[in-house]
């Protein structure tokens, strides 16, 4: 949502909407909130809507002093609902007033809320994690090839890794930390996260099952099992840079929660963590963890595909459904 404008070129133009959004614009909306506190105020932009007015013009039609129609002025350019300019009078300069708006518009939620399905989208790059505990084989690789060194978690903490495009460890946990822009004053649907991942073998190996666990807000949610780790091709982002024989793509999987239950790919998997008891309001931050459990009954690995590596253009994407 555009902010309130900056002075127009032209003195006069009108600014024809005023729209602002609660979360971004909280300083305007408390002063036009100020300006439209007074009768009187709504008096004067009811005057002068229609064509320009002095001070002087505002005071005799309203009946109240100069003094007191100079401080309403004050308080209505604050807030950018009107703007003034001084023109040559009859006896010197006088103080002219206009109406700068023909509209206002107020959004009590997140202008990026698609209008078509209701639903927020915010992307993370893989690299942009919270915190980690991994145990080799593990690493991070960019568009130029691996990040610092091999099968080292010293690696994770490198400087370089928020341009990690393929993430891989055989035991640990990656958390990420998406922005909570749930909006509890609306009804919410469906809280999804979709990655593209698989397992994590030597090389590759198309049958390598691997038990991969996510958690929200500290929740379980389930345990999607990835058949294999893939590299038989080249992934359709995956760079030259990255040989072949080794991991070159994978699923794209969602993980959601409903009020029902959690599910994987659309398979309900725990009626246990819901919408409802996930805590969503409990931090600023909505936690989404994924772990490879060092008592998997498949313990195979994980890799975790970039927007420029494997066969999808995204990183994880955090999906808030109303």
Known sequence: MAAIQSDPEIIGEKNPKFNLAMESHKASIVAVGKALSSPVRIDILNLIKAKPM????????????????????????????????????????MRVCMCYFI?????????????????????????????????????????DGVIDSFDTPVSFYSAERHTAQLIWFNQ??????????????????????????????????????????????????????????????????????????????????????????????EALVNSKTTLNNAELDSHPYISFKICIKPDAANLGGINIFGEKYGDYPQGICMRIVY
Not at 119 to 126: D, G, Q, V, W
């Open 103 to 143: 509209s206002f518009h107020l959004d009590v939620y997140d202008t990026d809320i698609d209008t078509v399905d209701h639903s927020f989208l915010y992307e993370m790059p893989i690299g942009n994690y919270y915190s980690f505990d991994v145990v080799p084989t593990c690493g991070l690789a960019g568009v």
């Open 172 to 265: 640990g946990f990656l958390e990420y930390r998406f922005p909570n822009k749930v909006n509890t004053l609306l009804a919410l649907k469906e809280l999804s996260f979709t990655l593209e991942l698989c397992s994590e073998a030597p090389g590759y190996s198309e049958d390598w099952p691997s038990d991969i666990t996510f958690l929200i807000n500290e929740h379980e949610v389930g345990t999607f099992t990835s058949p294999g780790d893939f590299g038989v091709r080249r992934g359709r982002l995956t760079p030259d840079t990255w040989p072949m024989g080794r991991t070159q793509y994978g699923l794209l999987t969602t993980i959601s929660l409903r009020p029902d239950g959690s599910y994987i790919n």
């Open 54 to 93: 002095s001070l002087q013009e505002i005071s005799r039609l309203l009946k109240i002093p100069l003094s007191s129609t100079a401080m309403h002025i004050r308080c209505l350019e604050a807030a950018r609902l009107i703007i003034t300019e001084n023109q040559p009078g009859i006896h010197g300069s």
